[in-house]
């Protein structure tokens, strides 16, 4: 299974706040994880 994609401030968001992204659903274009998903 592919990692979801996610964009690098939602990256370095989710890494500086200990949260898995990849357990995430996002909810950008195509799914992307996007920072209102890792601040959520």
Do not use: F, S, Y
Request: proline fraction near 8%; charged fraction near 30%.
């Amino acid at each position: 299974m592919a990692e979801p994609k996610i964009t690098p401030l939602a990256r370095r968001l989710a890494e500086e706040n200990g949260i898995d992204w990849r357990r995430l659903q996002g909810t950008g274009p195509e799914g992307t994880i996007v920072e209102r998903d890792i601040l959520a």
